[in-house]
């Protein structure tokens, strides 16, 4: 699809009001497209999230509500949708709590998300997937064809979303690409709730005067990627020509977490001491020691290159929270 396809058309983003999606929905109103729809449960997406995007005419929110669990609410909203984005899910150690839930959401509704963009002839669908998929590196960088060590719910949700998508292009002709996200980080992502990322965490102990902590002893690497970065992407795979592809959204740029924490205290000029403590039983057997993910192919095939160095993006993510009591 050539970047002109887009001008005039409607996009879906399932989950918009979310973390990523609100930013996809950003990113896709500084293009031409007609109308954004969004289409969220508002579980954990907020309102907030979307205030500066509603001041765009061409921006809306479903108003009928928007679970993925609802097949009728779904037909209804992908009515004359050209195009959808795929980011509703329940998020890791969600799932892992709650896995008979993780399984309506992130499979059966993933599952819906599919029939209702085959039944409303959807050009093309971009589904979030995740490098949790991966499981522990075999070898680093990770690739595309890296083997399937996942071992948690979420990862297996969303390898059952990926081999739905590669069904559905089979059988019903259904353009999608997949993206496999590193780890992401940025303004919009939950700050306090239970489920939030380690750079939240680690955030919310130093704005306490608390120190850091680490477990085990912070050599285990990770890529992460800037939100901003992530929703470019979005866009890009949207706009490409790319179709039955799954592909990698990260920097390739490895950083511990010892070097993380580092960086976090020397931004927010702390001298904090961090605190080593060992990993329980659960955290052992479930740890992701490495994963670092090769960006080639996204670059070669969707022309996305990561623009926010780790440095730069967790400047504008302490900045966010500072403007807003880091909500």
């Known amino acids: 699809m050539a970047l002109n396809e887009i001008k005039g058309s409607r996009v879906v983003v399932i989950g918009g009001a979310g ?19 969004v289409y969220d449960n508002f579980t954990r997406g907020k309102m907030s999230n979307l205030d500066p995007h509603l001041a765009d005419p061409r921006c809306t929110i479903y108003p009928h509500g928007g679970d993925v669990r ?40 993933t599952f819906n998300v599919l029939e209702a963009c085959v039944r409303n002839q959807v050009k093309k669908l971009v589904y979030s997937s995740s490098a949790s998929v991966y499981g522990d590196a075999v070898e680093v960088p990770m690739t595309e064809d890296h083997p399937f060590n996942n071992r948690n719910f979420y990862g297996a949700t969303k390898i059952a979303g990926e081999a739905m998508c590669r069904a559905y292009f089979d059988r019903y002709g259904l353009n999608y690409v997949g993206l496999r996200y590193m780890n992401v980080y940025g303004p919009h992502q939950d700050q306090t709730a239970v489920y939030t990322g380690v750079i939240p965490i680690m955030l919310n102990k130093i704005d306490a005067n608390e120190q850091p902590v680490i477990n085990g002893d912070g050599s285990q690497a990770y890529d992460f990627i800037d939100v901003e970065d992530v929703a470019r992407c979005n866009v890009k795979a949207l706009i490409s020509e790319a179709t039955d592809r799954f592909y990698n959204v990260g920097t390739g740029v490895q950083t511990s977490i010892r070097e993380l924490c580092d960086l976090i205290l020397e931004l927010k000029q702390s001298d904090l001491k961090v605190q080593y403590r060992p990993y329980s039983a659960d955290d052992a ?43």
Request: charged fraction near 25%; proline fraction near 2%; aromatic fraction near 8%.
């Open 19 to 37: 973390f990523i999606g609100s930013h996809v929905v950003g990113e896709l109103l500084k293009t031409e497209v007609g109308s954004v729809v």
């Open 70 to 109: 609802d097949v009728d609410l779904l037909d209804d909203a992908l009515k004359g949708a050209d195009y959808v984005i795929h980011l509703a899910a329940m998020w890791l150690l969600h799932c892992r709590d709650f896995p008979r839930t993780a399984f309506h959401v992130n499979i059966e509704g």
């Open 285 to 327: 057997r479930a740890l992701v020691q490495n994963r670092i993910g090769c960006p080639k192919n996204a670059e070669a095939d969707l022309g996305f290159t990561y623009q926010l160095s780790l440095r730069e993006g967790l400047k504008k993510l302490i900045a966010w929270r500072d403007a807003h009591g880091n909500r």
